[in-house]
Every structure is written in structure tokens, then in C-alpha cells.
């Protein structure tokens, strides 16, 4: 089992920057590939970004891609995901997620654990 824990959501201004952070905790000795979903009221939960543990590969959303950024920290088990020039669409709850499913990194269905989600509101 992994447990997941995301940090660094809030508000801020259009045209501004997060970080959001998870840290990963129990079974960390094993890797997965990590992942950022977001979900928005009234919206399905969307891929963001992911991160593939044996290649660290990265992969973004169109919509972020040139904007959000997706890095790990092995030695504190995190990977974290850098905002720049938010709008207000990217306004929702981001997840992080891991797994190793055989479907793509960008499926939700490619990962097995999920954090509690952490918001993010834009404002104009």
C-alpha cells in the first residue's frame, strides 16, 4: 500500500504560480510511475501531468503543457508539480496518483492510489 499526500494548493491571481508537492509514504521501496489529475466543479477529472519512475519521461495535457512542470525528489519520496501562468480554467482539485497499470500515464485507470486532492483556485 502507498499512501499519498498533496500540499501547496491555495489561491492566487491569474497569471501567477503554485507548487504542489506529494509525498509518498508506506510501500515506497517499490516504484510507480506518478501522475496529477484535476478535476473542476461539474467536470470529469482530467490528466495533467505524469512522470515515469524508470525513464523519467514526462507528459502534460495540452492544455498546461508549457506551463506546468512535473519533477520528483527520490530522496524525499515527492514529486511535485510547478504551476506558471495559471488562468482561471486551471482552477479545480488536483490529485496525485500512483501506479503502474498497463494502460497509458495519461488513464486514470493506469493508477492504483490516489491522494485526498488538494485546491487550486485562480482568479481573474
Known amino acids: 500500500q502507498v499512501q499519498l499526500g498533496e500540499s501547496g494548493g491555495g489561491l492566487v491571481q491569474a497569471g501567477g504560480s503554485l507548487r504542489l508537492s506529494c509525498v509518498a509514504s508506506?510501500?515506497?521501496?517499490?516504484?510507480?510511475?506518478m501522475g496529477w489529475f484535476r478535476q473542476a466543479p461539474g467536470k470529469e477529472r482530467e490528466f495533467v501531468a505524469a512522470?515515469?519512475?524508470?525513464?523519467?519521461?514526462?507528459y502534460y495535457a495540452d492544455s498546461v503543457k508549457g506551463r506546468f512542470t512535473i519533477s520528483r525528489d527520490n530522496a524525499k519520496n515527492t514529486v511535485a508539480l510547478q504551476m506558471n501562468s495559471l488562468r482561471p480554467e486551471d482552477t479545480a482539485i488536483y490529485y496525485c496518483?500512483?501506479?503502474?497499470?498497463?494502460?497509458?500515464?495519461?488513464?486514470?485507470?493506469?493508477?492504483?492510489?490516489w491522494g485526498q486532492g488538494t485546491q487550486v483556485t485562480v482568479s481573474s
Open positions: 508506506g510501500r515506497t521501496d517499490r516504484t510507480y510511475n
Open positions: 496518483s500512483a501506479g503502474r497499470g498497463v494502460s497509458s500515464v495519461t488513464l486514470s485507470t493506469h493508477y492504483s492510489y
Open positions: 512522470l515515469k519512475w524508470s525513464t523519467l519521461n514526462t
